[in-house]
């Protein structure tokens, strides 16, 4: 059983920082690509941020400057840093990792279960 555990979530002025981490446990192989999701209301989930196992990361032009990414893959943990925080900014925001467990030989998309922003103007 794998399973991504977001936390770090909360209310913040507008202008303030937030650091989300996400946990992976469980029985796993190899972890590969990770990334940072958000959903907002009434709108689509977006890519927020991703890094490879090698430490890449891919930001959308959107979200380049005030995100960064990173992984300890000591831990088995992606971090978001979220600085200069918009009232736009708020959405629950879900972790996802490509993960190989134990048990499969093949690669699968596992999904935390999302963590509140809320920022406030």
């Known amino acids: 059983q794998v399973q991504l555990v977001e936390s770090g979530g909360g209310l913040v002025q507008a202008g303030g920082s937030l650091r989300l981490s996400c946990a992976v446990s469980g029985s796993i192989f190899s972890i590969s690509a990770m990334g940072w999701y958000r959903r907002a209301p009434g709108k689509q989930r977006e890519l927020v941020a991703s890094i490879n196992n090698s430490g890449s990361t891919n930001y959308p032009d959107s979200m380049k400057g005030r995100l960064t990414i990173s992984r300890d893959n000591a831990k088995n943990t992606v971090y978001l840093q979220m600085n200069s925080l918009k009232p736009e900014d708020t959405a629950v925001y879900y972790c996802?990792?490509?993960?190989?467990?134990?048990?499969?030989?093949?690669?699968?998309?596992?999904w935390g279960q999302g963590t509140q922003v809320t920022v406030s103007s």
């Open positions: 996802n990792g490509n993960i190989r467990p134990n048990s499969a030989l093949v690669w699968y998309s596992y």
